[in-house]
């Protein structure tokens, strides 16, 4: 990945997360939201934004709904802070990296756990 992609990548994080914090006002949208990663395509067209939420992947549809209905919303906030020819076009994605590693975790801790054998007389 280019260098410049990397720096467009870290401003389109820094830009939507000050926004879903200052400026939206959207109920579906309360609560902390996490954008966790940006993915801006070469030709810097495109770019997926992954979100995660603390209340997990319950309000995944929910939320993921309210952000792309809103992404015009951002992407014209991103107009007034990026010196490019074009803004990308934005689409939001649910990071699933989260839960996974939580449940990782969870997997770990069960096999780590001594377990009671029945020949065990304790």
């Known amino acids: 990945m280019s260098h410049r992609i990397e720096r467009v ?12 914090q200052r400026e939206v006002n959207d109920p579906r949208l309360a609560g902390v939201i996490s954008v966790t990663a940006v993915e ?8 997926k934004v992954y979100v995660s939420h603390l209340a997990g992947a319950e309000r995944k549809d929910e939320i993921l ?3 792309n209905s809103a992404a015009g919303f ?8 990026l010196t490019m020819r074009y803004v990308p076009e934005i689409h939001f ?15 770990i801790d069960q096999a780590n756990k001594p ?5 065990d007389q304790r």
């Open 74 to 81: 951002f992407r014209g906030e991103l107009g007034k802070v």
């Open 65 to 67: 709904g309210a952000l």
């Open 40 to 47: 801006t395509a070469p030709d810097l067209k495109f770019a």
């Open 115 to 119: 377990q009671k054998h029945p020949t």
């Open 93 to 107: 994605y649910w990071d699933e990296s989260i839960e996974r590693g939580a449940r990782l975790s969870q997997l």
């Open 9 to 20: 990548n870290q401003l389109i994080r820094k830009e939507i997360s000050e926004s879903l």
